[in-house]
């Protein structure tokens, strides 16, 4: 009798867990900070990074609440910051999914582990960037004109699955005043502190990289979380978490995300769009 009520509670435990975790999968959070030199004042850009969609077989109800809510933010470029789409994926979801962004805003994108496992491939992902206002980075960089700002945003390859080469991505560039990193695993920044400095070192003189921050992804805040522990973080995360890091600049933030991997849940890691007024 006891042992069939203890059952039953623990039964009904999990049960609760397990409803509330699939919940906060809807449970979209806005998070917006204002970035660069905000003391000058002005009129900032609005950078909306979205991260780890994981999209599947089709768009779900919470993706298209997503869409509304960026077409809300009115963002003057969108930064995606890897895993797109989920392993064993195809690319209907994403090229319906970047259909559906606003088409006069540029997008920049990056890989991470799950858009390589899906077996979409390069080449296709390329494609479906290009057709809707976007350009995938894969050790690249690219160049957006803002009125009298030039803001460089340059997208490295994902640190297990591709190989990152931050040299080749900067390769073509002259000096930079307002300069971007995306970057899908947050471990990868600690790569990109070490180069920085011999890249320019081996700059001529007025030839500088300035690196103001790196945006990652791929940890979604632990996506089950008990009292702010994550019990399991994927590979190549380190310390990294959620949220803001780094005492000087290049300063990195990494997203919680929007979806999830291995099991459709979230647990004290809602899901995240950024929204970042950056004053040049």
């Known amino acids: 009798m006891q042992k069939g009520l203890l059952a039953g509670i623990a039964g009904a435990g999990v049960g609760m867990f397990a409803y509330l975790a699939h919940r906060e999968l809807d449970q979209l959070e806005v998070t917006e900070y204002a970035i660069g030199r905000p003391q000058r004042?002005?009129?900032?850009?609005r950078l909306l990074q979205l991260s780890d969609l994981h999209l599947r077989s089709h768009l779900r109800p919470r993706h298209l609440r997503l869409l509304e809510t960026v077409r809300r933010l009115r963002p003057d470029l969108i930064l995606l910051t890897g895993d797109a789409v989920n392993r064993h994926s195809v690319a209907l979801p994403l090229d319906r999914f970047l259909q559906l962004l606003p088409a006069g805003v540029p997008k920049a994108g990056i890989l991470g582990n799950h858009d390589y496992k899906s077996g979409i491939g390069i080449p296709?992902?390329?494609?479906?960037?290009?057709?809707?206002n976007g350009v995938l980075l894969v050790?690249?960089?690219?160049?957006?004109a803002f009125g009298g700002t030039q803001l460089v945003v340059t997208g490295l390859d994902d640190g297990l699955r591709g190989v990152p080469?931050?040299?080749?991505?900067?390769?073509?560039?002259?000096?930079?005043?307002?300069?971007?990193?995306?970057?899908?695993r947050p471990v990868q920044q600690e790569d990109v502190l070490r180069q920085l400095p011999a890249l320019n070192a081996a700059r001529p003189a007025g030839q500088q990289l300035d690196v103001g921050y790196l945006l990652a992804g791929h940890t979604h805040g632990g996506q089950v979380t008990f009292l702010g522990l994550a019990p399991y973080l994927p590979k190549l995360s380190g310390r990294y978490i959620k949220g803001w890091f780094n005492e000087r600049p290049p300063l990195l933030y990494v997203s919680r995300g929007v979806g999830a991997s291995l099991v459709?849940?979230?647990?004290?890691a809602r899901p995240e769009i950024t929204l970042f007024h950056y004053y040049p």
């Not at 004042?41 to 850009?45: A, E, K, R, V, Y």
């Not at 080469?165 to 899908?184: S, Y």
């Open 139 to 144: 050790n690249e960089s690219v160049t957006y």
């Open 264 to 268: 459709p849940l979230r647990f004290g």
């Open 124 to 132: 296709e992902f390329r494609r479906l960037y290009a057709r809707h």
């Open 41 to 45: 004042g002005g009129t900032p850009l």
């Open 165 to 184: 080469d931050l040299e080749r991505a900067v390769r073509d560039l002259g000096r930079t005043d307002h300069h971007l990193v995306l970057i899908h």
